[in-house]
């Protein structure tokens, strides 16, 4: 689906690939203003979701129930925000 670059703090060109399922939940695809801001958010927001989704499947692996359960919470925070942040990024639609 793509990737984002990270270059921040000590995490410096880091590529994080987002996943379709992460893209889909943020649904990256719809953008009818064709606003870039709103692609800028979607695209952090899925690759936030995309690292969360990899990181419970560690956690799943090593049996670690409540580490799944808190990144299943931070992804639907995420998808929740993300959905605020494209409200706020567009008020005269």
Known sequence: MGHVIINTGPVIGREVPVS?????????K????????????????????S???DLSMEAAEADH????????VAQTQMQTACMFAVAAATPRL
Request: overall charge negative.
């Open 20 to 28: 379709t399922a992460a893209a889909d939940m943020v649904r990256m």
């Open 30 to 49: 719809f953008n009818p203003s064709g606003s870039e801001d709103v692609d800028t958010l979607k695209s952090l927001a899925a690759a936030f979701v």
């Open 51 to 53: 690292v969360c989704a």
């Open 65 to 72: 129930a409540s580490a799944c359960r808190e990144f299943a």
